[in-house]
Each structure stands twice: as C-alpha cells, then as structure tokens.
C-alpha cells in the first residue's frame, strides 16, 4: 500500500484502496508460471501411517479430510518473510506493554483478568496476504490448528526446492518442528508447575469426532503418549471437577489443549473446566486472557492506530512496522453507518470474536439485510487486501486458487512457516488442489524451478 510522502501515513479506511502499478515479482512469477508437483503422495501416506499408528485411520483421514494436503509449494521473497517475522515481534512487543494491557482489562470479562499462572498459550497463528512485496495481517489466531498436520506433511514434500539448502532443511523440518512442539507443551507446563511430572493431557473440543481436523486430535494424542504424556481427546461435557482435580473418565488431568471456540468458557456444558481453571487446578492453553490480548479483531482497531499507538508511548519504529503490515481496521459502529456502507466495497466485515470465516463478509457482497445484521452485532471493518494467487494444473489449462501464510509462534519466536491454498471467500479446506502448502523462499537470483516446470 502506497504511503503518504509527506505524513508517513497510509489512505483512511474510508478511502479507495490504493493500488500498485508494477510488473510482477518473482514470487509471483513463480505462483503463476511453476507447475511442479512437489508432494509425493506415497511419502505422505508412509508419514501419516507412521504418525497415526494405523492404516485404518490412514484410511479415515483420506476420505473424510481429502484436501487437507496440497501437491504444489508457494513461493514467497525473502523481503516479505522479514517483514511478517518483524510484525509478529512487533506485536508482542505491544502486547508486553502494561499500557496495553490495561486497556484490554479495563473491558474485559472478569475471567480475562485471571492469572492462568504463567501459560502463554500454545499455537499463536499469525495470518497474512501478500502481494508483490507488500504483507498484511488479517488476524490473528490462539488456537491455530493444523501445526501437526504441517509437521507430517513436511515428511512428504520433495522437489522444486529452489535450492540445495532448502531441500535439505525440507529433508529433516518435519521431525524439528515436532519436537519443537512438544517443546513448547513442556515450556507451559513448567512455567505453571516447575518442579512438577507432567502425567495427563485432554485435548478438549466439542464434540471432537465430528470435527473437521480431528485427524490432527490423533496426532497430537500419539505425540503426547511417544512422549510418555497419558492423553485423551474429550468433549468438555465429558469433564468433572472434584476433590480439587478435573477428571475425565477416572483420569486426573493436569493439562487442558484448548480447541474450543468459546474463548472465553461461558457454555454451561464447559462449566468444570471453567472451575478448574480458575481454580488453578489445571494448566489450560490457550486460555481466555491471550485470546482477549491477542486475537479479539477489536484489537486489530488499536494496533492499526497511530494515534492509540503514541497515547500508549509504543517506540515509533515499532508503530511504523505495525501500521506498514496491519490494514487499517475500525470498530463498527452505527453513527459511521453511511460511510461504511458507502466505502463497503473496500472493507471486509468480520464478527470481533468470529474464527475460521464464520459469519464474515465481503463488503461487495452485502445485502441490506445482512448490513443491519453487522450493525446490531459487534463488528470490525478491515480494509480488503487480496490474497495471493496460486495457479495449480498446467500452462494450457491454468487454475487460479487463493492463497494466506501462517507464521505459527510461541512467545514471539516463529517455530513454522505453512502456506493454505483455497477457493471462495475463506479457507475450509474442501478445494480440489487446496490445504496446508510448504512456502518456500526465493532469493533475488532464485527465480526459477528445480526441475522443469
């Protein structure tokens, strides 16, 4: 996005997108023109059996999740890694700050301000278009999902490596990243319980079965347990709270992985693990304090504001990161009404505490109904920035998908790097030649394939 000489500053929200008139970069050169089929399918199987312990759930995860994988890498520039890194850091800065803090406190429920004892939070997913050399951020996650799945994925991806050193870190990153993950579970468990034997996990999501990653619940189960960690996959309702202990089936937990949506625990159906939270009974991450810090799109108001960002005394080299990366985003309310409507073609409206696309519109796709529907609800407006394409088949029938980056952090250190390729207005995983992708990084005199595309 094109910015002011004089002031520093980027176009309002309320104003026309600005455009770039340039020829493509060479990430772009190479979404558009490599037709490379890096997966090796076989690989893959080998990997998710080994992983999974089974050919049946081999099996299941084929049928039911059948594009969770990608065959074709994206490429990125090393310039906008930098720049995506940077923004995370930058956002943990802020986030660190007790000026920030507070005001996140000031206005949140009670439990937010609830010391989970020390937990950052597993699974930060950072999430971001890119186009030409520019990146924007458009959200952040507390619970980003598909982190083993990446893990397994890298086990099986094999050529158009743009370079020696790149096949060869691609050759041994899905073990690291395991073992980074399993890691970072550790370091939480420590912070809260120094000293301490980890013995239980429950991965906790409603109704686990049915839901669309569940293969990845597996996963995580069989990491655990390698690690000698006993494990379940459990449905919140199938927890009691007793004796000062949460139970699931005679076994005592001392960690909860949160995949709920229900950041903030309020169903009655999640009321012992609300209890043993605040108890202090339990180890939860990601728990409701980071997801009010960090992925509530409320914030994305504040940190997309120089104004609210120099009332905070945030250093003006990190404002200037934040507001290079972040689009412009504003809280909806209804005395803008008319100028938000008049400028909805370059907006994207999204629900405060929404997840995963859900109850999120394109502001050219509005109808009136649904526009006072946004009024009544608790919306942010973001300035649209398309997402990268990927074009998938071959030069003589070419198909354009979308693709968004995800940097997976853990206390502000970036542990992966994945690529999702879709179709239609969000991510979901259902797009024939769409998933999780690896990204690959091209230098300024790596522009082509490996082999011929």
């Known amino acids: 996005m094109r910015v002011n000489e004089e002031t520093g500053e980027r176009p309002a929200i309320a104003g026309a997108a600005v455009t770039e008139e340039a020829g493509p970069s060479a990430e772009e050169r190479m979404n558009s023109g490599c037709f490379c089929i890096s997966l090796d399918q076989a690989a893959l199987r080998a990997a998710l059996e080994d992983q999974l312990g089974s050919t049946d759930l081999v099996a299941m995860v084929e049928q039911r999740c059948p594009f969770l994988f990608s065959a074709m890498p994206v490429f990125i520039s090393e310039n906008q890694r930098q720049k995506m890194e940077a923004t995370v850091h930058a956002i943990e800065f802020v986030i660190s700050m007790p000026a920030y803090r507070e005001r996140i406190f000031a206005t949140a429920p009670p ?32 619970n980003a999902g598909g982190a083993m799945l990446n893990a397994v994925m890298a086990r099986a991806h094999r050529a158009c490596a743009i370079d020696p050193g790149q096949l060869a870190d691609a050759a041994t990153s899905g073990p690291k990243f395991e073992t980074a993950i399993m890691d970072m579970f550790w370091s939480e468990w420590q912070r809260c319980a120094p000293g301490r ?20 619940f597996i996963l995580f189960k069989q990491l655990f347990e390698r690690h000698g960690v006993r494990a379940a996959i459990v449905d919140p309702s199938a927890l009691t709270f007793r004796g000062g202990r949460l139970w699931h089936a005679g076994l005592p937990i001392d960690m909860v992985y949160n995949r709920l949506t229900d950041f903030m625990l309020d169903a009655p159906q999640h009321g012992a693990l609300r209890e043993a939270y605040l108890d202090g009974a339990i180890v939860l991450t990601p728990n409701p304090q980071a997801h009010a810090l960090y992925a509530d799109k409320r914030n994305l108001a504040m940190l997309s504001n120089r104004e609210e960002l120099a009332e905070m005394e945030v250093p003006l080299a990190i404002q200037d990161i934040l507001l290079d990366a972040l689009l412009p985003t504003e809280i909806v309310c209804s005395m803008d009404a008319d100028r938000l409507w008049k400028n909805r073609r370059q907006l994207f409206f999204k629900p405060t505490s929404g997840f995963g696309g859900r109850a999120a519109y394109r502001g050219d796709k509005l109808t009136k109904r649904v526009w006072q529907e946004i009024l009544a609800g608790e919306y942010v407006a973001q300035q649209v920035m398309a997402p990268g394409e990927r074009v998938r088949g071959n030069r003589h029938e070419p198909e354009k998908l979308k693709f968004d980056i995800r940097l997976y952090a853990y206390a502000g250190n970036i542990q992966w790097t994945a690529a999702r390729v879709y179709q239609g207005q969000v991510t979901n995983f259902r797009t024939p030649g769409g998933g999780f992708a690896p990204v690959y990084r091209l230098s300024d005199l790596s522009t082509r394939c490996s082999t011929d595309c």
Request: net charge negative; charged share 20%.
């Open 111 to 142: 439990i937010v301000r609830h010391d989970p004892g020390g937990a950052r939070g597993v699974f930060f997913g950072y999430d971001f278009h890119s186009a030409s050399d520019r990146i924007g951020l458009i959200e952040i996650n507390t």
């Open 197 to 216: 034997q980890l013995q239980s996990i429950a991965i906790v999501d409603t109704t686990p079965e049915e839901q669309y990653l569940y293969p990845e």
